[in-house]
């Protein structure tokens, strides 16, 4: 039932906008996805591994704190443009080690645990902790995870969306800013309420959709949103069915079978980086409708084909700018087609 869930995210705020936020204590301790950080006082220099980090700290007026960034899906949203171009990019994609500790961060604030962790792309926790420099790894990517198992992960347990307010709130505790966390958080939490209410009053019982991140090549399977990521949670949350079954972040699935299910919706990613072609969506969108398979989904054939950008199916405040741009894309489509 949406309404329940509505009114529980009503009473959430409620009690957030009644607690006081404490200032921070140093030194502060925090265990953070097998690590315990020690933080003598608030970092001044950090440099973020993946969007969603260097995003939340701009909303929480940390720019100046950011000393380089990397991990690029989509361009900077405009609202931080001038606080971006003041800070060094790394890299659009994986930086090298090196890149970093040159910046002699005193945080490394990481999204993906395939880019800092036992198989890190750019380095262990351990190399970084060696040299004093603490990574702090969004729990979201590590919690009910194991990233061991799949290219991108497999997730034991549903993603919870509580590890973004984690995040914000230990980010936060971590900059003595806690007030700033909070509001950011009870943003968010309102935000998500409003978007469940678009959707409410949609008759969803048998909607269902794929969702389409990115593919190899345009004529191999397409990586898609496993069945307890990210972007089956937002489905979810609007009572729309995920086709994918697998457990894998972004497994890859062949078009007859996404065929064969049928979804009801189709959604896909617009991205800025291109490190493969289907990173562009347009050549998703010429492929779908000229593809012999995938022209012939209904999906397809009424048009109801969904675009977001990358940022909103990653655990980051973008996510709720795309729970909001699915609730009011599916609130507008006809269903009897």
């Known amino acids: ?181 909070q509001q950011l958080n009870d943003e968010l939490k309102a935000s998500l309420a409003r978007s469940i209410a678009t959707a409410q009053g949609k008759q969803l019982k048998d909607a269902s959709a794929l969702v389409w991140f990115s593919s190899a090549q345009m004529d191999i399977e397409p990586f898609v949103a496993g069945h307890k990521g990210i972007p089956d949670f937002m489905l979810s949350t609007l009572g729309v069915r995920n086709v994918v079954e697998s457990d894998e972040e972004w497994p890859t699935v062949g078009w007859e079978t996404i065929a064969k299910a049928n979804p009801t919706f189709l959604v896909i990613a617009r991205m800025d980086r291109r490190r493969f072609p289907a990173d562009d969506y347009e050549k998703k969108l010429a492929f779908l409708r000229s593809d012999p398979v995938t022209r012939n989904m209904d999906a397809v054939k009424h048009n109801r084909i969904i675009i977001l950008d990358a940022m909103a199916m990653q655990a980051s405040l973008r996510m709720f700018d795309g729970i909001e741009q699915l609730a009011t894309a599916i609130n507008g489509y006809d269903l009897s087609q």
């Open 1 to 181: 039932m949406l309404l329940p869930r509505i009114a529980t995210l009503i009473t959430g705020l409620s009690l957030c906008a009644m607690a006081q936020a404490a200032p921070t204590a140093y030194p502060l301790t925090i265990d953070n996805c097998g690590s315990t950080l020690t933080f003598q006082h608030a970092p001044t220099r950090t440099v973020t591994i993946g969007q969603a980090g260097t995003e939340m700290l701009y909303a929480m007026g940390l720019s100046d704190k950011v000393v380089g960034t990397s991990l690029w899906f989509n361009n900077v949203l405009t609202k931080y443009k001038a606080q971006d171009d003041k800070i060094q990019r790394l890299a659009d994609n994986e930086p090298s080690f090196e890149s970093v500790i040159g910046k002699r961060p005193e945080l490394v604030a990481v999204e993906l645990e395939w880019m800092v962790g036992p198989q890190g792309a750019v380095g262990t926790r351990e190399q970084f902790h060696e040299l004093k420099i603490p990574t702090y790894l969004l729990p979201s990517d590590c919690e009910a995870k194991d990233n061991l198992v799949g290219a991108d992960g497999t997730r034991l347990a549903p993603f919870r969306i509580e590890t973004i307010y984690k995040s914000v709130s230990q980010l936060a505790q971590i900059f003595d800013v806690q007030e700033r966390g």
